[in-house]
């Protein structure tokens, strides 16, 4: 079992950077395939960056490509979102997650499983 925590959420001005950190413990994290889903206010919940266990293999949703960049530094078993050029309506909650294979985390690819872990959620606010 692995379990997961964000930080690094808060209040920023559009056009400034923020970066996500997702931490995990209690699982194999270098296994795993990591990656950032969001939700804004009265919207479903949807895909924002995944990474494959090696960090070989990205993916970006196209409203976040090229402003967005994933990463994962395995000796600290730590995942992260460098958020540039924010806009407004990028305001969301932010949740990391884990799977076995990142292709699950990936929507227009053929799932072989699901997400096996969530984090709690990590606020980010964007302000005009």
């Known amino acids: 079992q692995v379990q997961l925590v964000e930080s690094g959420g808060g209040l920023v001005q559009a056009g400034g950077s923020l970066r996500l950190s997702c931490q995990a413990s209690?699982?194999?994290?270098?296994?795993?395939?990591m990656g950032w889903f969001r939700q804004a206010p009265g919207k479903e919940r949807e895909f924002v960056s995944a990474?494959?266990?090696?960090?070989?293999?990205?993916y970006y949703s196209g409203s976040v490509k090229g402003r967005f960049t994933i990463s994962r530094d395995n000796a600290k078993i730590t995942v992260y979102l460098q958020m540039n050029s924010l806009k407004p309506e990028d305001t969301a909650v932010y949740y990391c997650?884990?799977?076995?294979?990142?292709?699950?985390?990936?929507?227009?690819?053929?799932?072989?499983?699901?997400?096996?872990?969530w984090g709690q959620g990590t606020l980010v606010t964007v302000s005009s």
């Open positions: 997650a884990a799977a076995q294979d990142h292709i699950n985390l990936v929507p227009w690819l053929p799932k072989r499983g699901g997400v096996d872990a």
């Open positions: 209690g699982g194999t994290f270098s296994s795993y395939g």
């Open positions: 990474i494959s266990s090696s960090g070989d293999s990205t």
